[in-house]
Nanobody, 118 residues
Framework: QVQLVESGGGLVQPGGSLRLSCAASGNIRSEYTMGWYRQTPGKQRELVATITSGASTKYADSVKDRFTISRDNAKNTVYLQMNSLKPEDTAVYYC????????????WGQGTQVTVSS
């Protein structure tokens, strides 16, 4: 089993920045692909960014050039640096860890709220 705990969410003004962290514990392996997803009420959870064990990254078009995902395998932690935040970035952000071979082995954190508002 893998436990994921997100932190760093909050209220920020448009144009501001936030850094989310996700600490993994339990039976986590460095081979896992880590990712950030977000969800707003009434909508499906959507991919924000992912990073593989080899540090290959993928981003949603809506966050490219504004968000950066990174990971520290020694600390079992993944980060999401969010810059130039917009009101439409408001959502609950979830951390995900997925076994790249056995994709059914997928774990989620409890989520952290990000609100972008003046």
């Amino acid at each position: 089993q893998v436990q994921l705990v997100e932190s760093g969410g909050g209220l920020v003004q448009p144009g501001g920045s936030l850094r989310l962290s996700c600490a993994a514990s339990g039976n986590i392996r460095s081979e896992y692909t880590m990712g950030w997803y977000r969800q707003t009420p009434g909508k499906q959870r959507e991919l924000v960014a992912t990073i593989t064990s080899g540090a290959s990254t993928k981003y949603a078009d809506s966050v490219k050039d504004r968000f950066t995902i990174s990971r520290d395998n020694a600390k079992n932690t993944v980060y999401l640096q969010m810059n130039s935040l917009k009101p439409e970035d408001t959502a609950v952000y979830y951390c995900n860890a997925q076994n790249p071979i056995m994709r059914s082995l997928s774990f989620w954190g409890q989520g952290t709220q990000v609100t972008v508002s003046s």
